[in-house]
T-cell receptor
Framework: GAGVSQSPSNKVTEKGKDVELRCDPISGHTALYWYRQSLGQGLEFLIYFQGNSAPDKSGLPSDRFSAERTGGSVSTLTIQRTQQEDSAVYLC?????????????FGPGTRLTVL | KQEVTQIPAALSVPEGENLVLNCSFTDSAIYNLQWFRQDPGKGLTSLLLIQSSQREQTSGRLNASLDKSSGRSTLYIAASQPGDSATYLCAVRGRTGANSKLTFGKGITLSVRP
């Protein structure tokens, strides 16, 4: 079966531009997570969606970052007015449920480079 | 706030050596702990998951142990091979809601020399 997919795989943008990153979770998975992997910072949590509940945005680093999940499936992470420090690999994961007992399945990531 | 530490950041060993990768975490109230492998330019592959009630898990040449009370886990790799070269990430997880997010260490980059 299909795993988690992310697009684009690579994105190069100029400072100040807006970017959208897409995540297609595994069909039927109700929980979706976004993480960011920066050089020297490790993987950090950004945002969590579970079913129709309000997302937990506690990990978003600034108000330039936002995410939505349409129809409980596809998610888009938007970064406005990109800065060089936004350069990182953005990873998406989905799981069958939102509790800690469910395994998260990761996509291959989108590598964002802000020039 | 949960913090996960993996030391050293990098390790180089000759092929065939048995090795131990260490992970420590500050809050022992975890639901489970997971070890991942990441190859360059790739996503994460789950290796082993240990529930908080368990002490260890084994898969092939890999064995992961968990001492929740002391906030430590180890990943043991037996008879290392060049194909084991990758970054190994340790992550802990809470039980519910946003606590079910994974909190990661920065990883240990392993190089196994032929």
């Amino acid at each position: 079966g299909a795993g988690v997919s992310q697009s684009p795989s690579n994105k190069v943008t100029e400072k100040g531009k807006d970017v959208e990153l897409r995540c297609d979770p595994i069909s039927g998975h109700t929980a979706l997570y976004w993480y960011r992997q920066s050089l020297g910072q490790g993987l950090e949590f950004l945002i969590y969606f579970q079913g129709n509940s309000a997302p937990d945005k506690s990990g978003l680093p600034s108000d330039r970052f936002s995410a939505e999940r349409t129809g409980g499936s596809v998610s888009t992470l938007t970064i406005q007015r990109t800065q060089q420090e936004d350069s990182a690999v953005y990873l998406c994961a989905s799981s069958p449920g939102g509790g800690g007992g469910y395994t998260q399945y990761f996509g291959p990531g989108t590598r964002l480079t802000v020039l | 706030k949960q913090e996960v530490t993996q030391i050293p950041a990098a390790l180089s060993v000759p092929e065939g050596e048995n090795l131990v990768l260490n992970c420590s975490f500050t809050d022992s109230a975890i639901y489970n702990l997971q070890w991942f492998r990441q190859d360059p330019g790739k996503g994460l592959t789950s290796l082993l998951l240990i529930q908080s009630s368990q002490r260890e898990q084994t898969s092939g040449r890999l064995n992961a142990s968990l001492d929740k009370s002391s906030g430590r886990s180890t990943l043991y790799i037996a008879a290392s091979q060049p194909g084991d070269s990758a970054t190994y990430l340790c992550a802990v997880r809470g039980r519910t809601g946003a606590n079910s997010k994974l909190t990661f260490g920065k990883g240990i980059t392993l190089s196994v020399r032929p």
